[in-house]
């Protein structure tokens, strides 16, 4: 299994930043973290799960929702064992429980190819 633990969520402005961490223990017998690709997601109240980022286990390819393209990165440690997202120029809609997830496939933009997932950290952008 893999435990994974998001932190550094919080209170920004608008126009603001925030860094995001997932820090992943992986259990199983014969892995490591660089075998998972990771993502991030997003969910506001009332919505489903979105898709945010997503990186292979290299760290070489990744992917972004429109939504944040040119203003979120996602980027990874497999040395320490974690995976960032850094989100500039936040708005108010950026607002919502961020997850990371980990899944033993390719990168991916769909929640249910992800084998693991953290508890989330709320991120709230005022206006």
């Known amino acids: 299994q893999v435990q994974l633990v998001e932190s550094g969520g919080g209170l920004v402005q608008a126009g603001g930043s925030l860094r995001l961490s997932c820090a992943a223990s992986v259990r199983t017998s014969g892995r490591t973290f660089s075998n998972y690709a990771m993502g991030w997601f997003r969910q506001a109240p009332g919505k489903e799960r979105d898709f945010v980022a997503g990186i292979d286990w290299s760290g070489q390819r990744t992917d972004y929702a429109d939504s944040v393209k040119g203003r979120f990165v996602i980027s990874r440690d497999n040395a320490k064992k974690t995976a960032y997202l850094q989100m500039n120029s936040l708005k108010p809609e950026d607002t919502a429980v961020y997850y990371c997830?980990?899944?033993?496939?390719?990168?991916?933009?769909?929640?249910?190819?992800?084998?693991?997932w953290g508890q989330g950290t709320q991120v709230t952008v005022s206006s």
């Open positions: 997830g980990a899944n033993l496939a390719v990168m991916s933009r769909r929640s249910n190819n992800y084998d693991y």
